[in-house]
């Protein structure tokens, strides 16, 4: 049996490419390995931004390395360069044995097994829905996955190559996206995660409303969670039901980007800053912990907008955030905008920016002291000498975790902690008593 390993790069979404496409590998026969062990290497790409393309560059040429020194022959390169860049990527690099972009992943088993294989740009609904129900690998702890709703974006943002490269926005029928929920919890999974490039948008082109799938999943005993919610489609009947329903966690991701109207119209975003702080104003007030991602030094973007940016942080106080420095991508219209910012200067920003929502997070973390709070139990920190847990106010990978003693406590069970302390991310407490799991 041959074996094979995926690297794979970039956002969530992308994660689930990836287990879909092991999922094929496996019913085909193929073993999973190490990549240091592995016939065939895969590197599931991302292309959004410069650095994550380079991240991507730089994982096929090491991995190429791996072709003429290791047991591997044969590297494939599947996802979002490919599906931008084949024709450029199959000239530079030649040691490549295929290329399958984010509409082939169904080729994976054929790339694998050296038979010819059709290139498509094809984004048809059908064949996107067929894909999505293939089936999965799960690459996160067992208890927890991540479940995309919808392919691709209709938003336009003048940053953006996502519509480019994912196409047009296409919903999941709200069938199947029950359907793969249900046989994930079936399988132990506690923890559902929605994603999409725009979750908020779900079911504006088949006639649905996020509302009406939550109220469906919220029946599942798993708790849901959501990411990627744009402002202006957060309402108030969402914001309801998130702060009304158990089993959707009071935490929400809502990428506002920045918060001036100049730069926010420079995007093509389609909020304001007022109608931005209202809705954080309300999240806040029913108890909803807020994500954001700020973009920083976007053209036109100067210090005035820069300050202004950063003083709304420091009012609106988001638990947490990302910051990032616009990248300047061919083709997009923000790269034929005035007023490009130097890369020393986006490099400050982000790092003075960044000092301000770790306060606020520090801030809120410390709110927390004291308290008694129910924590997933999933991993152990030996280094620490303590176990490693999440609050429903915590998405895995970004948010921090919680670090806590105790005893016999089982992976993917529910713990009540008592928080005794606090870091800028993350929080330290000792387990109380078993908690009850999600019902």
Same mark, same amino acid.
């Given at each position: ?11 969530? $979404? ?53 072709? $003429? ?8 390169? *599947? +996802? ?22 984010? /509409?082939?992943?169904?080729? =994976? ?49 003048? /940053? ?14 709200? !069938? @199947?996206?029950?359907? !793969? ?12 995660? #929605? ?30 969670? #959501? ?12 914001? +309801? ?14 990428? =506002?980007?920045?918060?001036? @109207? ?13 109608? =931005? ?9 029913? +108890?909803?912990?807020?994500?954001? *991602?700020?973009?920083? +030094? ?8 820069? !300050? ?19 990248? $300047? ?53 030996? @280094? ?25 406590? !089982? ?9 005794? $302390? ?18």
């Amino acid at each position: 049996m041959k074996n094979v390993a995926v690297i794979s790069l970039g956002c969530d $979404k992308n994660r689930i490419d990836t287990e879909r496409l092991l999922y094929r590998l496996v019913n085909a026969g193929y073993g999973v390995s190490d990549v240091g062990d592995a016939d065939i290497i895969i590197v599931n790409t991302c292309a959004f931004i410069e650095s994550a393309r380079q991240e991507s560059i730089d994982n096929i040429l090491n991995c190429a390395e791996l072709k $003429k020194t290791g047991k591997c022959k044969k590297l494939i390169v *599947t +996802g979002c360069l490919p599906q931008k860049y084949r024709n450029e990527l199959k000239k530079a690099l030649p040691e490549v044995d295929a290329f399958l972009g984010t /509409f082939e992943y169904e080729n =994976i088993v054929a790339a694998a097994d050296d038979e010819p294989v059709c290139e498509t740009d094809n984004d048809d609904y059908e064949k996107f829905c067929a894909a999505e129900n293939c089936g999965r690998l799960l690459t996160t702890y067992p208890h927890v996955a991540y479940l995309k709703i919808a392919e691709g974006c209709d938003n336009k943002c003048t /940053f953006c190559t996502i519509p480019g490269i994912r196409g047009a926005y296409r919903s999941r029928p709200i !069938e @199947d996206i029950v359907g !793969e929920a249900e046989k994930l919890v079936a399988d132990g999974v506690k923890e559902l995660i #929605l994603v999409a490039q725009d979750v908020s948008r779900y079911g504006a082109d088949i006639g649905g409303s996020l509302v009406e799938l939550l109220k469906k999943l919220s029946r599942l005993p798993a708790l849901t969670r #959501l990411l990627y919610c744009y402002p202006e489609r957060v309402t108030d009947e969402l914001i +309801g039901l998130i702060a009304t329903t158990p089993n959707i966690a009071n935490y929400i991701d809502v990428p =506002i980007q920045h918060c001036s @109207d100049k730069i926010l119209k420079l995007m093509n975003r389609h909020t304001t800053k007022a109608e =931005i702080e209202t809705l954080i104003g309300k999240l806040h007030d029913k +108890g909803i912990a807020v994500r954001t *991602t700020l973009m920083v +030094g976007f053209p036109g973007e100067t210090d005035t907008e820069f !300050e202004e940016l950063c003083e709304f942080v420091r009012q609106v106080k988001p638990e947490y955030a990302g910051v990032f420095a616009y990248s $300047k991508e061919d083709g997009t219209p923000a790269a034929r905008l005035p007023g490009h910012v130097t890369k020393s200067v986006k490099a400050g920003r982000v790092k003075t920016l960044g000092k301000i929502c770790t306060a606020s997070t520090r801030e809120f973390n410390e709110k927390q002291v004291g308290k008694t709070l129910r924590v997933i139990y999933e991993d152990a920190d030996f @280094d620490k000498n303590k176990f490693v847990g999440r609050t429903e106010f915590q998405n895995p990978d970004v948010d921090g975790v919680v670090y806590f003693t105790g005893t016999d406590v !089982e992976v993917g069970r529910v713990y009540d902690v008592k928080i005794t $302390k606090c870091g800028n991310y993350d929080l330290y407490g000792r387990l109380v008593r078993c908690g009850k799991e999600n019902q």
